[in-house]
């Protein structure tokens, strides 16, 4: 089973940034034959999980519209860690961030267990 552990969140200034962190575990045959995809979703009380931004294997990263420009996602294969760097954080960013992954062409189905983001305005 893949495990997902997500870190980094906490309580920030509006402007502010802060840096998420995934580490990837497990999977049959070790992290690499078991997962392609990975990115961060976000989830705010009353609202569906939304995908914010993905990065696959090779690196590519896509991102939604709302942090286009001010998140960055990135991915270290080889220490298994994917990464979010969140700038000019703003307060409607508030939220709870997962980390997920995917075997490419499924929907994700691994995912970490949050981590708080609060943007104070």
């Known amino acids: 089973q893949v495990e997902l552990v997500e870190s980094g969140g906490g309580l920030v200034q509006a402007g502010g940034s802060l840096r998420l962190s995934c580490a990837a575990s497990?999977?049959?045959?070790?992290?690499?034959?078991?997962?392609?995809?990975m990115g961060w979703y976000r989830q705010v009380p009353g609202k569906q999980r939304a995908l914010i931004a993905s990065?696959?294997?090779?690196?590519?990263?896509n991102y939604g519209d709302s942090v286009k420009g001010r998140f960055t996602i990135s991915r270290d294969n080889a220490k298994n860690m994917m990464y979010l760097q969140m700038n000019s954080l703003k307060p409607e960013d508030t939220a709870v961030y997962y980390c997920?992954?995917?075997?490419?062409?499924?929907?994700?189905?691994?995912w970490g267990q949050g981590t708080q983001v609060t943007v104070s305005s």
């Open positions: 990065i696959t294997t090779a690196g590519v990263p």
């Open positions: 497990g999977g049959k045959g070790g992290i690499d034959g078991s997962i392609d995809d």
């Open positions: 997920a992954a995917r075997v490419s062409g499924s929907s994700f189905e691994y």
